[in-house]
């Protein structure tokens, strides 16, 4: 009995242990930009299910490891300060997509700026050829405008 028992495991243990690790899931790398307050920092962290509470608006960058079943998202968000705002080139190397966050409940001038960066971005040489989303947020306030206004 023990000898079965014994092989019976050992069977077990080799079909568990033998096939090797998980073949690797593919990482992206994707950088994440928008001004301040449009939702970058939320965002991320719902897809990363953290909890709403105490998010802090980034100051600077941050990288987050977004989980997908067969994928890896390695998410650089940038701070959409003013004075942060000239840096953001800086770390577009080595992108392979764009999420541009804006809020489509901001007044017109921060709508004006928010597509001057967009534009910027969309024309800047490593950025240009690579998938771009571009997520009108904040579309669950009164003062939203539709994907056509945006």
């Not at 495991?9 to 096939?19: E, N, P, T, V």
């Not at 719902?46 to 977004?66: D, M, W, Y």
């Not at 390695?74 to 003013?82: F, M, P, Q």
């Not at 997509?97 to 910027?120: K, M, P, Q």
Request: glycine share 6%; hydrophobic share 35%.
């Amino acid at each position: 009995s023990f000898c079965i028992c014994f092989a019976l495991s050992w069977q077990c243990f080799r079909a568990l242990c033998c096939k090797g690790p998980p073949p690797p899931r593919p990482e992206y790398d994707l950088v994440c930009i928008g001004l301040s307050g449009s939702g970058k920092t939320s965002l991320l962290s719902q897809l990363c299910s953290e909890s709403p509470e105490n998010i802090v608006s980034t100051t600077g960058f941050s990288i987050k490891a977004v989980p997908f079943q067969n994928a890896i998202l390695n998410v650089k968000e940038l701070g959409g300060a003013d004075n942060i705002r000239k840096y953001w080139s800086r770390y577009y190397q080595g992108s392979q997509g764009v999420i541009f966050v804006l809020d489509s409940a901001s007044s017109e001038d921060d709508l004006e700026t928010a597509r001057n960066e967009l534009h910027s971005a969309l024309q800047h040489p490593q950025l240009c050829t690579l998938p771009f989303l571009i997520l009108a947020n904040h579309q669950d306030k009164p003062a939203a405008r539709s994907v056509q206004e945006v």
